[in-house]
């Protein structure tokens, strides 16, 4: 993030990505971090999932992408 910053804000996409692959949860995982310099870096994670087999053991063969941008703001000083 640009030197002056002092905080960021990640939005939550209109179409959610999985925050969680286990559960299946929507969302995402952000995390804002102070570096040795002081200076802030802002993090991302969500997951794609790949379906092989359906709940009856059928094969599915689909990935469950995520193509958007996650939007967030930056806020200066």
Known sequence: MPSNA???R???PTKKPFSN????DRGINWTLTTLEDNSL??????YTLAVKYSISSQ???????FDEEV????YYQ
């Open 21 to 24: 692959y286990i559960n299946q």
């Open 41 to 46: 870096a802002i993090s991302v994670a969500y």
């Open 59 to 65: 094969y599915v063969g689909k990935v469950i992408l």
């Open 6 to 8: 002092v905080a960021a």
């Open 71 to 74: 939007p967030y703001r930056i």
């Open 10 to 12: 990640v939005f939550i």
